[in-house]
């Protein structure tokens, strides 16, 4: 596995979209209000605030300390060896949290500093994407302790978690598709339409691993 100061040269690009976050942070904090939007409802609605320091580097903050897990984590999971079996998808997964981050960031800024107006659609765009990104990679995971769907039948058997992984990517592609329709239909429906797609996106496989792992021990 690569020492960390290899990781760090490795991830040069990651490092400087952090670096960006802060800058953007140092830039719009003296017109930011006292307060800053930092939660969304299910309906894209603020209705949550911060401190305009927490606003202004709080999700800079939040995303380097991910970054920093992202990195520790193949060294410290007992699966540590099967992380070279995915490497290229783990470091999507860690550009992609990065972007994400920086995302969420540059729409906080902007709707706080008034350069744009607060649009539930933004918020709900942004983690349908990021769904749909994740499904299309998640049929990859190899077996391990942190990035994936764990439970108890797909900790214990890699057939299971391979099974599991490769039904969930599809599931997750289209519950992001689903979820980026109903942004376009409007807010009523919008909080309840993105609880049954987590829920289904969430207990589907759980329940699949469950007998996935049955079939195998009983055969």
Same mark, same amino acid.
């Given at each position: %596995?690569?020492?960390?100061?290899?990781?760090?040269?490795?991830?040069?690009?990651?490092?400087?979209?952090?670096? %960006?976050?802060?800058? =953007?942070?140092?830039? $719009?904090?003296?017109?930011?209000?006292?307060? @800053?939007?930092?939660?969304?409802? /299910?309906?894209?609605?603020?209705?949550?605030?911060?401190?305009?320091?927490?606003?202004?580097?709080?999700?800079?903050?939040?995303?380097?300390?991910?970054?920093? =897990?992202?990195? @520790? !984590?193949?060294?410290?999971?007992? &699966?540590?060896?099967?992380?070279?079996? $995915?490497?290229? +998808?783990?470091? $999507?997964?860690?550009? /992609? !949290?990065?972007? $994400?981050?920086?995302?969420?960031?540059? %729409?906080?800024?902007?709707?706080?500093?008034? @350069?744009? @107006?607060?649009?539930? #659609?933004?918020?709900? #765009?942004?983690?349908?994407? /990021?769904?749909?990104?994740?499904?299309?990679?998640?049929?990859?995971?190899?077996?391990?302790?942190?990035?994936?769907?764990? +439970?108890?039948?797909?900790?214990?058997?890699?057939?299971?978690?391979?099974? *599991?992984?490769? %039904?969930?990517?599809?599931?997750?592609?289209?519950?992001?598709?689903?979820? #980026?329709? =109903?942004?376009?239909?409007?807010?009523?429906?919008?909080?309840?339409?993105?609880?049954?797609?987590?829920?289904?996106? *969430? #207990?589907?496989?759980?329940?699949?691993?469950?007998?996935?792992?049955?079939?195998?021990?009983? &055969?």
């Amino acid at each position: %596995m690569s020492k960390i100061s290899n990781v760090f040269k490795q991830d040069w690009l990651i490092l400087i979209i952090i670096l %960006m976050g802060f800058a =953007l942070g140092a830039y $719009f904090y003296p017109s930011l209000p006292d307060k @800053v939007p930092i939660h969304w409802g /299910l309906n894209g609605e603020v209705n949550g605030y911060g401190s305009k320091l927490f606003g202004a580097f709080g999700l800079p903050a939040i995303s380097l300390a991910t970054y920093l =897990l992202y990195l @520790v !984590i193949p060294y410290i999971d007992p &699966k540590r060896k099967n992380y070279e079996d $995915f490497k290229s +998808t783990y470091q $999507f997964l860690k550009y /992609l !949290i990065i972007i $994400f981050f920086l995302g969420i960031e540059v %729409m906080t800024l902007s709707i706080a500093s008034g @350069v744009i @107006v607060n649009k539930p #659609i933004f918020i709900q #765009i942004m983690v349908s994407l /990021l769904f749909i990104l994740i499904g299309n990679v998640m049929g990859r995971f190899k077996h391990n302790y942190f990035v994936g769907i764990k +439970t108890a039948w797909t900790l214990a058997n890699e057939e299971v978690w391979r099974k *599991t992984h490769r %039904m969930a990517g599809p599931l997750w592609v289209i519950g992001g598709i689903v979820n #980026i329709i =109903l942004a376009f239909t409007g807010t009523n429906f919008n909080g309840l339409g993105f609880i049954v797609i987590v829920a289904i996106i *969430t #207990i589907v496989p759980i329940a699949y691993s469950y007998f996935a792992y049955q079939k195998i021990v009983h &055969k």
